[in-house]
């Protein structure tokens, strides 16, 4: 992906310290293959909240200390995720303005290990999230490794550029109402019928990540699309769970399969049309 160095006021790079209030999961990392089966590119409080759950410990800090120096090339994945960052703001920023309204960016945060945010504390073992209570996109960058080594997406930067378009579509969700509609409507519904809801809300994100790629398809390398695409299919609820327990359980899906996380982002990149991908729409082509 062609890129350059952007800055932005609402990104925070807290990679090598410690504090802030970690969480201690299961006596430490619980590992992003256990929490990727309900998990990856998660909006909310929810899953915060499940992986509390199962805290054994907490342990609380009220200052950050610095621990370690970043490597070269953790500082140029920082750079790179802060111009992705950028690059998504301004052009939901346009977006809005096309629609008559005005975009309200999210903050964002890379991490190790641990961080606290107004959802809960987390560990690295939650994968990329967003909180739609600060508002702010967390990350620790490292995921992309156990991704790319123990789920055989294919890496590169785009499957980063991927993932913080997703979790941005998120964002979108909570300014334009559909996170609230969603929460609304899961009330008093069984499990199956809560989980197709946030199937759909999570396909809407890879939507939303499509069109966002297809307004910057300047920027755009060859391969970068298949990146994106091998990145959304690893994380497939069929292709995590056909992987971790050797059969499927549609009814317990809460991101998708990966043909239809595959298929909405690629909506969103062949229209760029953000109409073409309402809630609703989604919600009615999921068939389990």
Not at 64 to 80: A, N
Not at 87 to 98: P, V
Not at 176 to 183: F, I, L, M, P
Not at 210 to 230: F, H, M, Q, T, Y
């Amino acid at each position: 992906m062609k890129w350059e160095r952007k800055s932005s006021g609402g990104f925070e790079d807290r990679r090598g310290m410690s504090g802030g209030g970690k969480a201690v999961v299961g006596g430490g990392i619980i590992g992003v293959v256990a929490l990727l089966l309900t998990m990856f590119g998660g909006e909310t409080g929810q899953v915060i909240g499940n992986i509390l759950n199962q805290t054994q410990g907490t342990t609380q800090s009220s200052e950050q200390v610095k621990t370690r120096e970043l490597s070269d090339e953790e500082i140029t994945l920082g750079q790179f995720s802060e111009a992705n960052f950028v690059y998504n703001n301004e052009t939901w920023t346009q977006i809005f303005q096309e629609n008559g309204q005005k975009y309200q960016e999210p903050g964002m945060v890379l991490f190790d290990d641990g961080v606290n945010t107004s959802c809960g504390s987390a560990t690295s073992a939650a994968g990329p999230f967003y909180c739609p209570a600060d508002q702010k996109i967390y990350m620790d960058l490292r995921f992309f490794e156990e991704l790319r080594t123990r789920f055989g997406a294919k890496g590169g930067d785009f499957a980063i550029a991927y993932v913080i378009a997703h979790e941005v579509g998120h964002h979108i969700q909570t300014l334009v109402g559909t996170n609230q509609k969603v929460r609304q409507a899961q009330e008093g519904k069984g499990k199956a019928a809560a989980n197709k809801l946030s199937v759909a809300q999570e396909l809407q994100a890879d939507f939303y990540a499509g069109v966002w790629a297809s307004r910057n398809k300047e920027k755009l390398e060859a391969g970068d699309i298949e990146e994106a695409i091998s990145a959304a299919q690893a994380v497939g609820d069929d292709a995590i769970q056909s992987k971790m327990q050797g059969h499927v359980q549609p009814e317990t899906f809460t991101h998708g399969t990966s043909a239809e996380r595959k298929a909405w982002f690629m909506k969103g990149y062949n229209t760029g049309d953000i109409n073409q991908g309402d809630i609703e729409t989604i919600y009615n082509s999921i068939r389990y």
